[in-house]
């Protein structure tokens, strides 16, 4: 197939990879009461998951860098695709608990190495855009994906969820084995290759932005449905629009950073994803009482989400080329500590009442992800 189609196929990958992070977040109520456990026991998906794509980005880079990446990806795909039959039929949450914490350590190849070879397909001119171009199946994940589940599992089942995705998934695996040319593999990694990494100080900058915007992103995100019930009394289709328009907001937000980043650099384009997340986010805040409103402020903060992380893993990648799989992999390691961090913390204020202030927590923490990306401008001089 063409290079074309081994981009498109590894952007149905990020989708499904996608999906399966974030997709609890759209199920917390239905998963809770049909399970009966709390939402914050049903929200310890998100947070154990996160805890196990953090440990697992790095190290899955370090034994997989001379893998081939047409076997590594595709077979990832598919064991995340079996986990999510695992899923459907789990009797509980320990047992769902379980099976998450395997497939996550799955998930945890896709990205990073998806980055890497979407790289090594292309020329160093064309490098940004093609990440940022598959990274645009987390966009639309966020955008039609988690507003369609969070709807399908309110009105039908959680568990048909899983068996989409299921599907999808074992589709996506099959896509990726075709398309992508055998051969594509990245240079072994040492301790010395690590030691580059931690020793580049506009990597370290990176990392700790995307920890503190995932921090703040995650302080809500998973709480956002019973949030908006609680605060601005929505229904579930109300609450189904809210991750429609922020997830659509997302999509293009992304499609229109891939076509800046060209012309205005990765830094630039990275400021602006920002300060969107920053200033919709306050602006949720400031409106949450009010559903209408909380519908703008949620593009606000859409537009920005996911394009934020394509540029951090853009700058990552051309600031270690040659270690860009393994750079990738730690952005992804830090954006599942900021999750992992975020969706605790949300659960202890959920718990203690702190409702409106979960919102101004988040905006603290993207205020300081947005003055980090600033501040790594001066390490890139």
């Not at 695709?81 to 799955?106: Q, T």
């Not at 299921?166 to 589709?171: N, P, V």
């Not at 920053?278 to 409106?287: C, E, H, T």
Request: proline letters at 3%; one cysteine or more; charged letters at 5%.
């Amino acid at each position: 197939m063409t290079e074309r189609g081994s981009l498109y196929a590894l952007l149905s990958g990020n989708f499904l990879i996608g999906m399966s992070v974030i997709a609890p977040a759209g199920m917390v109520e239905p998963l809770a009461t049909d399970l009966g456990v709390s939402i914050t026991s049903a929200a310890l998906l998100l947070t154990f998951g996160a805890v196990v794509l953090c440990i697992g980005s790095p190290l899955v880079a370090w034994g997989t860098a001379a893998t081939d990446r047409r076997l590594l990806l595709s077979v990832s795909l598919a064991v995340l695709a079996a986990s999510h039959v695992a899923s459907a039929l789990a009797p509980g949450l320990a047992v769902l608990m379980a099976v998450r914490i395997v497939a996550m350590g799955f998930a945890a190849v896709y990205t990073p190495q998806a980055a890497s070879a979407a790289a090594m397909l292309v020329s160093e001119k064309e490098r940004s855009g093609a990440i940022s171009f598959i990274f645009l199946g987390w966009s639309l994940a966020a955008a039609a994906g988690l507003p369609l589940s969070a709807w399908f599992a309110s009105e039908h089942s959680w568990r048909g969820v899983h068996w989409a995705l299921a599907a999808l998934g074992f589709a996506a695996a099959g896509a990726v084995a075709l398309s992508l040319p055998q051969g594509l593999r990245g240079a072994p990694m040492s301790l010395r290759s690590w030691g580059s990494l931690f020793s580049n100080p506009l990597i370290l900058a990176l990392l700790a932005a995307t920890i503190l915007g995932s921090l703040g992103q995650f302080i809500v995100f998973p709480f956002f449905g019973p949030l908006l019930g609680r605060l601005s009394g929505a229904t579930t289709t109300e609450v189904a629009v809210a991750f429609g328009v922020f997830g659509v907001a997302g999509f293009l937000g992304n499609i229109v950073a891939s076509r800046l980043v060209t012309g205005l650099g990765a830094l630039r384009t990275s400021l602006l994803a920002g300060s969107s997340m920053l200033v919709g986010a306050a602006a949720w805040s400031l409106v949450v009482g009010d559903i209408a409103l909380v519908f703008v402020a949620s593009a606000i903060w859409g537009v920005g989400f996911a394009a934020s992380n394509s540029m951090q893993q853009a700058r990552l990648a051309m600031a270690a080329p040659a270690l860009a799989g393994a750079a990738v992999a730690l952005n992804s390691s830090s954006l599942y500590i900021g999750q992992a961090a975020g969706s605790a913390l949300g659960g202890v204020m959920f718990d203690a009442g702190y409702l409106r202030s979960m919102g101004w927590a988040a905006t603290a923490a993207l205020a300081a992800a947005l003055l980090t990306i600033w501040f790594s401008r001066r390490t890139t001089q």
